[in-house]
């Protein structure tokens, strides 16, 4: 009796994540054998309930990237559905499935425009970045101690992009129309101190190579090995690119 249950919660729970309950309303779909004498119009409701919230969620992370998709939305959505399930609610878990998903489709299909991906990787930053802000409200968690103090590293708030396009005009301005130029881009996004959103900001070759290095732990010695490598330092550390262990 408890394996049967068990084996009809999780046929439902398949069931209302999948294409044929989400888009074709229960018309002509077969249910899967523990569901049957089910409505199958009731189920559509309800998977299509979860489905909406589920894109609201993505959506909001991409606002840009869905602007720009262009007419094989429905498709490429079917698409996602049927692959990429949701695993959890939270809103940052889903925009990174989507945006895992994106960018497997777009290496079969190269996107349109071709800057779509950097849109997309900004924007999902953008949240990555307002998430790890949000987190830093709650205690934090014993003191790494494997870390000498003085250490340095790239503050874990900070996403790294590399990208083929410079896009943050369309992060800059309404974002319409606009034709980003073609040039490497090595960008830093990240929620400024005393500020509640995201900045996109480019930066220096020498300095994003810098920080890309610091993802540990660090003894800074190692770096300022020269009076203008200890000034690069010090101002990273005063813009809060880089934080040093108490």
């Known amino acids: 009796m408890t394996d049967r249950l ?7 729970l398949t069931y209302l994540t999948s294409g044929a309950a989400i888009f074709d309303e229960g018309a002509g779909a077969a249910l899967p054998r523990p569901l049957r004498g089910i409505d199958p119009h009731l ?11 589920r894109m609201a969620k993505i959506t909001g992370a991409f606002p840009r990237t869905f602007a720009m998709l262009g007419d094989d939305l429905d498709e490429l959505l079917r698409e996602f559905v049927d692959t990429c399930p949701p695993v959890e ?20 299909s190269p996107p349109a425009p071709p800057f779509l991906p950097d849109v997309a990787a900004c924007e999902l930053a953008c949240g990555s970045v307002v998430t790890a802000h ?13 870390a000498r103090a003085g250490s340095i590293r790239r503050h874990p708030g900070i996403v790294l992009l590399r990208c083929a396009y410079d896009v943050r005009p369309i992060f800059e301005g309404p974002g319409e129309d606009i034709e980003p130029a073609l040039r490497d881009t090595p960008l830093a996004v990240a929620v400024p101190v005393g500020e509640a959103g995201p900045r996109i900001a480019e930066l220096p070759p020498v300095v994003f190579d810098l920080l890309a290095s610091l993802d540990e732990w660090t003894d ?7 009076a203008e490598a200890e000034e ?6 005063d813009h809060g690119l880089v934080e040093v262990r108490a």
């Open 6 to 12: 068990l084996q009809r919660q999780v046929s439902l």
């Open 43 to 53: 189920l559509h409701l309800e998977a299509q309930f979860s489905y909406d919230k």
């Open 89 to 108: 609610i939270s809103r940052i878990v889903n925009a990174r499935q989507f945006h895992d998903f994106l960018v497997t489709r777009w290496r079969r």
């Open 134 to 146: 949000d987190a830093q409200a709650a205690p934090a968690g014993p003191p790494d101690p494997g």
């Open 220 to 226: 800074p010695s190692a770096f300022a090995d020269t």
């Open 232 to 237: 690069l330092l010090i101002d990273l550390i």
